[in-house]
């Protein structure tokens, strides 16, 4: 009964590549051992099977399972290196935005200062203003006094 579903299942995957095999391998095993069918019957001993579990596979020959070793390497090295590209842009975004809202808020600082640098100039002014009109004042009553007493 094994030899016949491993010689079914061989046959099968020799049939398609191996990144085809790869990507749909249960889907393959299961075609292979059942075809259309939802059971398998061995008629010379009336086993009936229903289901396949595939807990893992391993290739008889060394150069396929040297191959497939260096493809399930080379895999996952390039999901490890797409995923540091990709917490790396993040981190770049992170920066930006927040050296963006940085320069925000040293514009709006500026302007504030700005806003308050006119207000100063503006009340300096008025402070001169009252300033030298209560010296015109002053001396205008001083200037007639000085004429009421003379």
């Excluded at 002014?125 to 007639?144: C, D």
């Amino acid at each position: 009964a094994s030899k016949t579903l491993a010689s079914r299942i061989r046959g099968a995957v020799s049939g398609v590549s191996f990144d085809q095999f790869h990507k749909r391998s249960t889907e393959i095993i299961q075609n292979a051992v059942f075809g259309k069918e939802k059971e398998f019957v061995i008629k010379t001993n009336n086993l009936l099977i229903t289901s396949v579990d595939i807990q893992g596979f391993e290739p008889v020959e060394v150069s396929t399972r040297q191959s497939l070793e260096m493809s399930i390497k080379l895999a996952i090295d390039i999901s490890s290196k797409a995923q540091e590209d990709k917490a790396k842009h993040e981190a770049e975004q992170a920066e930006q935005r927040a050296k963006g809202e940085r320069d925000k808020q040293a514009i709006d600082d500026q302007a504030e200062a700005e806003k308050k640098r006119i207000e100063l100039f503006k009340l300096e002014a008025e402070s001169a203003s009252v300033e030298t009109t209560g010296k015109a004042i002053a001396l205008a009553k001083a200037a007639a006094e000085a004429n009421g007493i003379n």
